[in-house]
């Protein structure tokens, strides 16, 4: 039952599965061009939704209904998306590198660390389809990659720097806290702290479960669990 979908297998990479399985978005290269490209499984009818010869789309992500593309693209990574229909052409949403991004599980919003550490210009920002770009919503981020939304889509996980208390900290003063807010940025809980660490956060996909990896200056660290479900702020 093998099948090929393209013919440039050298050059074809990075696909991603809409939500309901039906189609598959991929970038291609088309001479000089770099290009997303969507295909439909059983017709095999494609759609080009974006194409560039200086800028080379990654980590591409369908919104949960299936109606946009997120990816990151540029020497910068910024962030674009396109509707998957080809109905308008790609669009900048945000800058800062690096780019992390989750959607909310109802498509309405697009939550974004960009710029790294706070102490490098980091922060998270929030995009709703419509807007123009996205905005500001927290200045305190820490070391980590992508935040993740709470299985309802009312709250998001993300890990914190607290602040420093000095104009010119030092790796001693390095703090990771994960955090949980409202999709608003509001009522801060904090589920676990970690001293001199990176933490890489996962979601359960069942539940508000936080699964994390410590990342200190020894190296890697245990695996850990907290729950991040049925709180109330402090």
């Not at 974004?112 to 305190?140: E, I, N, Y």
């Amino acid at each position: 039952n093998q099948r090929n979908l393209t013919n440039n297998p050298a050059s074809d990479s990075k696909p991603a599965w809409s939500p309901d399985g039906r189609k598959l978005a991929y970038v291609a290269r088309d001479g000089d061009a770099s290009i997303i490209v969507v295909v439909e499984i059983a017709t095999d009818a494609r759609i080009e939704l974006f194409r560039s010869q200086t800028n080379v789309p990654i980590d591409l992500a369908w919104s949960p209904d299936g109606k946009y593309l997120v990816f990151l693209s540029g020497g910068q990574l910024t962030a674009e998306i396109v509707p998957t229909d080809g109905s308008k052409p790609a669009r900048l949403i945000a800058e800062g590198s690096p780019s992390f991004f989750a959607w909310s599980p109802d498509s309405a919003n697009l939550l974004l660390h960009l710029g790294g550490h706070t102490v490098q210009g980091g922060r998270m920002s929030l995009f709703q389809p419509g807007q123009d770009m996205a905005h500001p919503l927290l200045g305190d981020p820490g070391f980590f990659q992508a935040p993740a939304w709470s299985l309802d889509g009312q709250h998001f996980f993300y890990v914190a720097q607290p602040p420093f208390g000095k104009p010119d900290p030092t790796i001693e003063d390095v703090k990771s806290e994960i955090m949980r807010v409202t999709a608003a940025g509001k009522d801060p809980i904090k589920l676990a702290s970690e001293a001199k660490s990176d933490l890489r956060i996962i979601r359960s996909p069942v539940s508000d479960q936080i699964a994390y990896m410590v990342v200190g200056v020894d190296g890697y660290g245990p695996l850990k669990l907290v729950d991040g479900g049925d709180l109330t702020p402090a």
